[in-house]
């Protein structure tokens, strides 16, 4: 279940080769890659041309809860499927484990705890089997050590 955050669509906005090749990627998975809210408002500017690559972009995507997002879930052969963690927002157990992450987190030198990362972290943990494509691996890596999921990874772009 692909995962972005903001380093990901800035990248795919710019069309750096890798981080499109990997959209290219995913684009056949059944979970839509997951941008939530507050990536895409750290990204999204009114330049024409930024928002005629986000829009392309976003087609692929799935924005939880936002009522013009694409759905989560591809369409199958059997209906479309939904996915529980898109559709339940984050409760405060979700809010309270954010903090934790935020305030456990052993950064780089020079880094400052980052609510948006460390809310991206945990919805690919509520996810499960997760990937994660970031600009900031040891960023991302830090708060996924505190959360401690079984089954997610992180992918430079």
């Known amino acids: 279940m692909p995962v972005y955050d903001t380093g990901m669509l800035t990248a795919l906005a710019d069309r750096k080769a890798k981080a499109v090749a990997l959209h290219e990627g995913v684009r056949s998975t059944p979970h839509r890659a997951l941008v939530l809210g507050p990536v895409l408002a750290q990204v999204w500017r009114p330049r024409p041309a930024l928002v005629h690559a986000l829009s392309g972009v976003l087609r692929d995507c799935a ?8 759905p989560p879930m591809r369409e199958t052969k059997a209906g479309r499927p939904e996915c529980l963690a898109c559709a339940t927002g984050p409760d405060l157990a979700d809010w309270r484990r954010i903090g934790t992450a935020l305030g456990q987190a052993v950064l780089p030198v020079k880094k400052r705890p980052d609510a948006v990362d460390a809310w991206v972290a945990l919805a690919a943990v509520r996810h499960g089997s997760a990937v994660i494509f970031t600009s900031d691996p040891d960023d991302l890596s830090a708060y996924l050590k505190v959360l401690a999921p079984p089954d997610v990874h992180v992918v430079a772009v």
């Open 63 to 70: 924005v939880p809860q936002a009522r013009t997002s694409e």
